[in-house]
């Protein structure tokens, strides 16, 4: 039950209400109180659809920008800078009077105290709520080999894509210095594992990199002689868009030179290569630079929401909710976007933009019934959450993508158009799709890729934090040491 309406219902006479109140922060005319988890497309879109609402958001987020996680390969490719894809969530919420940005990784969630914990560094934040949204989203899967992230980094976040950028062009750097053929193969074979549309597009990025953009600036090696491999333990490739789609997707790859492998398992990856299970029986494919771009699993968050709510949870860690997107027990708790399992939703920003919109009508509507004119509240209270599949789409190269769009099925340059609009469409703010168009034209017009910047930072941090090891905790306060006038 939400804390406003214990209030309403029971009145001062209830002392655990006024209890509950007062360890909020709460008293006379205080606002309802929401907090968002996750600055993802959920937590966004939940937080500014309640711009008008009488109500006070906190937004807590571990990192300070809104990520276009779909494009995050292009800044891997060197095609955006991370500032296209990733502006500030503060910039995003300045005008939002009702709504403050709080940084820290959520480390803890008290339904029954109605509060969320969160630290950043050495500091620790405890924040109460009378509604909670939870769009925390989902990171990505090894399948139980979490060792394989340190020589195959995911395409989750804005680390991973820049230690990619410093991994695929530093391969052509070092294959242009070594004098040992097979050191020289080696680092010119990319391997790109999961034949989703992030591996299918990384892929042909990869290759468009090596034939296009680099092919005349190199005297010792020609990257047009590099080798990219798409490797999937599945049997098809973009196996959600249909067989007819993904064999014009693999068609399309061969093309420009990918080699598409499938029925094959990952059973091992190292610094030089990876170790692949297939028909044949068990091989290995030597490869400096691995894209790791093979499922997701859910926020740890839905863990620790299902153990205090009694909910269940699926494989993929993500959390059972009811038809209006609520925990059992707890209709004061939304969860949103990747992190929910129901129906078979698939998790793609359109489901978290959606679901995050909802939550934040049903939290109005919530309100308005409590209000003295509830004709506010409309017909919106109590609907279960309705999904509208708005189709998914996937570039292969440049002028060439495949997209589904409810019972159309569309290939080549016209779906490379409809994938142009809609992804400028949904990118933050005027000026990031203003500078994104304009390093589109760039690219896929000329050759040229304007963000290759490369720094040792980039390619060794996650070795180096490896290295520090699992005491290790970063912080901006001096740590007490010896004397060094001693």
Not at 80 to 96: D, F, H, V, W
Not at 388 to 410: N, P
Not at 452 to 466: K, M
């Amino acid at each position: 039950m939400l804390i406003a309406e214990h209030l309403i219902s029971k009145g001062p006479e209830d002392p655990d209400a006024a209890d509950r109140s007062n360890a909020q922060g709460g008293g006379a005319g205080r606002r309802h109180q929401v907090v968002v988890i996750g600055s993802g497309f959920g937590g966004l879109f939940t937080t500014q659809a309640l711009k008008r609402a009488d109500v006070d958001v906190t937004l807590i987020a571990k990192t300070t920008h809104h990520l276009f996680q779909p494009l995050l390969y292009q800044v891997a490719t060197g095609i955006l800078s991370e500032g296209e894809i990733a502006p500030s969530t503060r910039e995003i919420l300045r005008r939002q009077r009702n709504s403050r940005v709080l940084l820290g990784e959520v480390t803890d969630v008290d339904l029954a105290n109605h509060t969320v914990t969160s630290t950043v560094l050495d500091q620790t934040s405890v924040t109460a709520y009378d509604s909670l949204v939870v769009a925390a989203g989902a990171g990505q899967s090894y399948f139980g080999n979490d060792h394989f992230a340190r020589f195959a980094p995911g395409m989750k976040s804005i680390d991973d894509a820049l230690e990619l950028r410093g991994r695929i062009f530093s391969s052509f750097e070092m294959a242009e210095l070594v004098e040992d053929e097979e050191q020289r193969t080696r680092l010119l074979t990319f391997v790109v594992v999961g034949a989703g549309p992030t591996g299918v597009e990384m892929a042909g990025q990869i290759a468009e990199l090596s034939h296009r953009t680099l092919r005349h600036e190199f005297r010792r090696i020609d990257p047009r002689q590099a080798r990219v491999i798409l490797l999937d333990a599945a049997s098809s490739v973009l196996g959600s868009f249909g067989d007819s789609l993904g064999a014009k997707a693999v068609a399309r790859l061969g093309q420009i030179g990918v080699e598409v492998q499938l029925g094959a398992k990952v059973v091992g990856v190292d610094r030089t290569g990876i170790e692949v299970e297939d028909a044949q029986g068990r091989r290995r494919i030597e490869s400096v630079c691995k894209v790791w771009a093979a499922g997701v699993s859910a926020s740890p968050l839905g863990a620790l929401l299902a153990k205090q709510s009694g909910a269940g949870l699926d494989r993929a860690g993500r959390i059972e909710v009811l038809p209006d997107l609520t925990l059992p027990g707890h209709p004061e708790v939304f969860v949103v976007g990747d992190m929910i399992a129901l129906d078979g939703l698939p998790g793609v920003a359109q489901l978290a933009i959606q679901g995050g919109r909802y939550a934040a009508r049903q939290i109005e509507a919530r309100l308005a019934r409590k209000s003295p004119d509830r004709r506010q509240a409309g017909n919106v209270y109590g609907q279960p959450f309705e999904y509208h599949d708005k189709g998914s789409m996937a570039t292969i190269s440049r002028f060439s993508a495949v997209a589904t769009i409810g019972r159309l099925r569309l290939s080549g340059f016209t779906a490379w158009l409809m994938w142009l609009a809609v992804h400028l469409v949904y990118i933050i703010g005027f000026k990031h799709r203003l500078t994104t168009l304009l390093h589109w034209a760039v690219s896929f017009v000329g050759r040229g890729r304007s963000e290759r910047t490369v720094t040792q930072q980039q390619i060794f941090a996650r070795q180096a934090i490896d290295q520090l090891g699992e005491d290790f905790t970063p912080t901006l306060s001096p740590r007490p040491g010896p004397d060094p006038r001693t």
